[in-house]
């Protein structure tokens, strides 16, 4: 009967290593799991059956994950069924619809803060809690797992520090601020921003 799949995507629509983060990262609304038969070429397969589901504001690709976990293993158990009986329709994919999802790498992750507020915030959570999305900080490295978005139009260039050194840690963007609500420094566990900023005083005045 072949090999068959399930993927955390709406099929064709990122095919790749990694759907659940470029989903998020590219603003949707919507993704979902699709059960496919598996042929040669990576998640080209014809599908079998696809539950969307929403991608809430604050999600992230760990909160997503564990939705799309409960709605994937009804969707394999569908497929069982529809093997079991032979009641089976397939549909092939257009590869003209196709977008990629391809392996996140530890440089990829770094945020940059060129970018519209609104993308810097999707990045953020859309490599949280793993892989990262990390900034240099006074030379070291640092992964943002949490953030808000301060849609202020800033007075200062991408990139640059604004925070009282006790309660909140804000860094502009192209048009607007980012405001930093967990951190982990490099050697350090991870924190919420006060308890970073408790027990470490911020000596540069933007990030790398």
């Not at 350090?188 to 408790?198: D, H, S």
């Amino acid at each position: 009967m072949g090999t068959f799949n399930l993927h955390g995507s709406l099929l064709p629509k990122y095919r790749g290593a990694a759907p659940i983060n470029w989903a998020i990262i590219n603003g949707e609304s919507e993704t979902g799991v699709t059960a496919f038969k598996l042929q040669h070429e990576i998640d080209t397969g014809d599908i079998v059956l696809q539950e969307k589901i929403p991608i809430y504001e604050d999600d992230n690709a760990g909160t997503l994950h564990d939705r799309m976990m409960i709605t994937g293993s009804e969707v394999i158990l569908k497929t069982i069924r529809m093997l079991e009986s032979g009641n089976i329709t397939f549909i092939r994919q257009s590869d003209a619809e196709a977008t990629l999802a391809p392996k996140i790498y530890h440089e990829t992750c770094k945020i940059n803060f060129m970018l519209p507020t609104v993308q810097v915030y999707n990045f953020i959570r859309g490599l949280s809690p793993y892989p990262g999305a990390w900034l240099i900080l006074d030379d070291k490295e640092c992964k943002i797992t949490s953030s808000k978005k301060l849609p202020e139009k800033p007075e200062n260039p991408p990139g640059r520090i604004i925070t009282d050194q006790r309660r909140f840690l804000h860094i502009a963007t192209s048009d607007g601020l980012i405001s930093i609500e967990e951190i982990k420094m490099e050697g350090k566990r991870k924190m919420g921003i006060a308890e970073f900023l408790n027990g470490y005083r911020i000596k540069s005045n933007s990030v790398g």
